[in-house]
Nanobody, 117 residues
């Protein structure tokens, strides 16, 4: 089973930036779509962004378009989420996930992002 380890979360003021990282143990990392999801207190987990195996295609939730950027470094088996212009409503636990057979089935432990107003 693949291991995904997120890092980079923390406390930041509104308008600030953070960069999340997710390291994968997957040997064939470059073959898989990867994504970031988030879960705020009392809410369901929601999609944030995804990226194709080559990095040539990406998709974003409307709420983060223009502010967040997903990228990957296949040589390092790592996917990133650059978050700019953060808002208090971005506060959540952020998870990375690997897509397998059309579903996101593998998850990291999550990293907390807190944006203060």
């Amino acid at each position: 089973q693949v291991q995904l380890v997120e890092s980079g979360g923390g406390l930041v003021q509104a308008g600030g930036s953070l960069r999340l990282s997710c390291a994968s143990s997957e040997r064939f990392f470059y073959l898989y779509y990867m994504a970031w999801f988030r879960q705020a207190p009392g809410k369901e987990r929601e999609f944030v962004a995804s990226i194709s195996g080559s990095g040539g295609s990406s998709d974003y939730a409307e709420s983060v378009k223009g502010r967040f950027t997903i990228s990957r470094d296949n040589a390092k088996n790592t996917v990133y989420l650059q978050m700019n212009s953060l808002k208090p409503e971005d506060t959540a636990v952020y998870y990375c996930s690997r897509k397998s057979r059309s579903e996101y089935t593998d998850w990291g432990q999550g990293t907390q992002v807190t944006v203060s107003s």
